[in-house]
C-alpha cells in the first residue's frame, strides 16, 4: 500500500510518501513552505497544488492526514481547517481514501505512549523508517508519523461476501 500522509499547515506544510510491502518504506518527504507576504487565497492554492502535484508523481491509494488540534489562536485554527478543507477536496478529487487521525492516535502508534513529546515521536519516527533519520523539519516528520499511524491502524475492508 502506498499513501501521502500531510501534517496541516499554510506557511509549513509537512508532506510524506510511503510505502508499505513488509516494511515501511519513505519515498519522498518535503516541507512545503508558503510565504507570508502572499494573501492567504493564493497560500491557500499552493498548497492545494502541491497537493495535487505529489498525488500525481506518486500515485497513493490514500490520505493519512492529523484531525485538527484547536489551539488557544482561533484564527490559526480556522486558517488550519481551511487548509485541511482544501487537501481533503484535492485528494477526493483524485480518487484518494481519506483517513484522519488525532495527535493521540499518532503518539500511541509511533512510541506507544500517548503524552509522548515530539521529540521522542521523532527519535522513534527515526528508528522505524529507513531515510528518515536526515530529516530537520518537525512538519515532515509529522507527516511521516502520521503515515506510520495510518500503517498501524489500517485494516484492508473483506470485499467478498459469503
Not at 510511503?18 to 498548497?47: D, G, I, Q, Y
Not at 523508517?129 to 485494516?155: C, N, P, W
Amino acid at each position: 500500500m502506498r499513501i501521502i500522509s500531510i501534517d496541516p499547515g499554510y506557511e509549513r506544510l509537512g508532506i510524506a510518501v510511503l510505502e508499505k510491502n513488509t516494511k515501511e518504506t519513505l519515498l519522498f518527504s518535503e516541507c512545503f513552505k508558503t510565504k507570508a507576504v502572499l494573501p492567504f487565497v493564493e497560500r491557500l492554492e499552493l498548497v492545494g497544488r502541491e497537493v495535487a502535484r505529489v498525488i500525481a508523481e506518486f500515485s497513493p491509494e490514500a490520505l493519512a492526514i492529523e484531525n485538527l488540534f484547536i489551539e488557544t489562536n482561533q484564527k490559526t485554527a480556522m486558517r488550519v481547517a481551511e487548509v485541511r478543507g482544501a487537501i481533503l477536496y484535492q485528494a477526493r478529487l483524485l480518487g484518494l481514501e481519506i483517513y484522519e487521525y488525532t495527535p493521540l492516535q499518532i503518539k500511541v502508534a509511533t512510541t506507544g505512549y500517548g503524552k509522548a513529546t515530539k521529540g521522542q515521536v521523532s527519535s522513534m519516527v527515526k528508528k522505524l523508517v529507513s531515510g528518515a533519520e536526515s530529516i530537520k523539519q518537525d512538519d515532515e516528520m509529522d507527516a511521516i508519523a502520521i503515515g506510520l499511524t495510518h500503517f498501524a491502524y489500517y485494516r484492508p475492508q473483506n470485499t467478498h461476501t459469503r
